[in-house]
């Protein structure tokens, strides 16, 4: 289960909220931080969550993925992509050495129409599936008492440097 701790700052129909969230402090440690754009900001990030429990705005509440459900999304966003890229350039290569063109050329070509069709697919099909089957849920409404022991443990992992 991968989770976040945010502030619920917009309510959008059929139960779904807009979160705040703040950079984890797994960001911290990652060896990704600084590829990656939560490394770059403020430390904050609106992320979709489904709301069963209607929690409203200015609550802070737990939001929860599943590991499978964002390694799913994480493939058909980035990895299908880049097999459609891979393989266009390829066909356009080999279309090249058959019809006497600079190879290159009809790779790039190649590769760049697989990864827009692949793009357009992945958009597609995201229309298609069900939200709640890849977004988080609001697991969790915090009560302050909740709030002060995250802050108190959250300030500590950072003193100790983990």
Known sequence: ????IGTIVELRPDRVAMV???????????????????????GGRVVEAHNP???????????ATTAKA???SSFLVYIV?????????????????QIGVDPNITSFLGGFFFLVFALLGV??????LPKERYMPTVVEV???????????AGSEMLSHGH
């Open 142 to 152: 915090l009560s302050p008492a909740d709030e002060d022991a995250e802050n108190t």
């Open 123 to 128: 958009g597609s099909l995201n229309r298609r």
């Open 20 to 42: 705040q969230c703040r950079k984890s402090h797994a960001c911290k440690g990652c060896a990704s931080a600084n590829l990656c754009s939560l490394g770059r900001d403020d």
């Open 1 to 4: 289960m991968i989770e976040e």
């Open 81 to 97: 992509p880049l097999i459609g890229l891979v393989i266009g350039g390829l066909i356009g290569q080999s279309i090249g050495r």
């Open 70 to 72: 964002f390694y799913q």
């Open 53 to 63: 429990l209607q929690a409203q705005i200015g609550e802070r509440v737990r939001i």
